[in-house]
């Protein structure tokens, strides 16, 4: 059994997922006499000890399948479904190019022998002197001779409808038909992608995705975060920096979740701005609020003995409780609290953003739960700010109508906090705050901690 102990921090942390590991309080840090434990050297797991491949060990959230980012090698390819002989009119336009569709209409109408067969979308209109000329004709002369000159008249009337579409400037692939009428109405094509277009895969459940969001963006008006600090007499930013950061620390060591750090975070902000904390009880009702998240969002959370031996056994079992009941009557057990962690993933997939440009938002991300002036902004606001900054920062893309689509916001509204998540990523990171840094500058993560901060002049909100 190993207790390791950060000198800067004055914080100590599990370096093993069983019990055996053990981390002291926040109390040093804190200005509180309490527990503290022996001067070690820390030892932190490789990236290779994390899977027996020798790789880092990979989880799916809940989301992930519906909000993860696509990837580099299926950026850009498609697939043309090819038409086959009995495909309709309106198959044939949208697979093939102009003369292609001509030629295949032409083809199909001489084969069939059928005006309605070869066009059943479009409505032809025959010239007058066509009419004339079948009403003077016989039976038997206008069943051999009429066929050819509708025959051609058909593939007239499909050429000039495709060549004033083309004139328009609108997309082949909307021309649709109303059911009732026959009449012709052409759709201009739309500058927005649907990213939840592909059901092929029935985990992905995409045909909710869409609603799911609204609804999860709706939920950001039921857990609006004030500014708590001159409620909370005995604590200050710097505390609760430290205390998050900690808290990051835990959770790459117990291996939970991002989603259970984020809500852990938002659970531990809600308290604050509800009750009044003590400085001796702050470690406490962050080791809980993660303790409760950890239940939510894992699939076998850790148990109650592990938080408290990371906690030095600083408490005991009932005082542990007994804090995790208070929280959650304080949130009258409405914890289903929106996270910008999952909004960030479904924008990265609607901008198509490649993995590295997704990690460098996440680590802008991560680094903003320690910072207090970001306390205010909605979830949904900060992770599109930050997607917004990662991609300017990688130089891969703009704020395009799609992004504007899913996210609900114009670039204009972005700008204050962009603004400052570039300023807070130019500052010279602090000693005793290095947990996210330290993180993201391995190379699993790509090392985008090391990507250099932009010049606030390089930043373009037209």
Not at 1 to 12: E, F, T
Not at 142 to 150: A, G, R, T, V, Y
Not at 333 to 346: E, G, M, Q, V
Not at 427 to 443: A, D, F, W
Request: charged share 25%; glycine share 4%.
């Amino acid at each position: 059994m190993v207790k390791v102990r950060n000198a800067n921090l004055g914080i100590s942390l599990p370096q093993q997922k069983k019990k055996g590991r053990k981390s002291t309080g926040l109390s040093e840090n804190l200005g509180v006499k309490g527990k503290g434990l022996k001067t070690s050297e820390q030892v932190k797991r490789t990236a290779a000890e994390l899977s027996p491949h020798g790789g880092p060990s990979r989880k799916r959230s809940a989301f992930g399948d519906i909000t993860n980012a696509v990837r580099l090698n299926q950026t850009g390819k498609s697939k043309k479904a090819k038409p086959t002989q009995s495909a309709s009119a309106a198959d044939i336009l949208k697979t093939n190019t102009v003369e292609d569709a001509l030629s295949s209409l032409v083809q199909e109408s001489k084969d069939s022998r059928s005006i309605d067969q070869a066009l059943p979308d479009l409505e032809l209109l025959s010239s007058s002197s066509e009419i004339s000329s079948s009403q003077e004709s016989s039976e038997s002369e206008s069943s051999q001779e009429q066929e050819p000159k509708d025959s051609d008249t058909e593939t007239l009337t499909c050429k000039e409808t495709l060549l004033e579409s083309e004139e328009e400037g609108k997309s082949y692939s909307d021309i649709k038909s109303s059911p009732s009428s026959g009449a012709k109405r052409i759709v201009q094509k739309s500058e927005i992608e649907d990213i939840d277009a592909d059901t092929s895969d029935q985990f992905m459940v995409a045909e909710y995705a869409f609603e799911v969001f609204q609804n999860m963006k709706g939920r950001e008006t039921l857990f609006p975060l004030k500014s708590y600090m001159e409620m909370q007499k005995q604590l200050t930013p710097s505390m609760r920096a430290i205390l998050v950061d900690w808290l990051v620390e835990v959770q790459e060591s117990f291996e939970l979740y991002h989603e259970t750090l984020y809500v852990g975070v938002k659970i531990l902000d809600n308290f604050l701005m509800r009750c009044p904390v003590e400085r001796e009880d702050l470690q406490l009702v962050g080791a809980a609020s993660l303790f409760v998240a950890s239940k939510v969002e894992e699939r076998h959370s850790p148990c109650l003995d592990d938080f408290l031996y990371i906690c030095d056994d600083a408490y005991d079992q009932p005082r542990f409780v007994a804090m995790e009941r208070k929280i959650l009557t304080a949130l009258d057990f409405d914890i289903n609290i929106p996270i910008p962690y999952r909004f960030l993933r479904r924008y990265a997939r609607a901008a198509s953003a490649d993995v590295q440009t997704l990690t460098l938002a996440r680590f802008l991300l991560e680094s903003s739960l320690l910072h207090y002036q970001f306390l205010e902004y909605k979830p949904s606001l900060i992770a599109s700010a930050c997607l917004y900054l990662a991609l300017t920062m990688k130089q891969c893309g703009t704020w395009i109508p799609t992004l504007e689509h899913y996210t609900g916001y114009k670039l204009e509204e972005l700008k204050e906090c962009v603004i400052q998540l570039n300023s807070m990523n130019s500052e010279p990171p602090k000693k005793n705050l290095m947990t996210v840094r330290n993180k993201y500058s391995h190379k699993v993560f790509h090392e985008v901690a090391n990507i250099p901060p932009l010049d606030v002049l390089a930043l373009d909100f037209k």
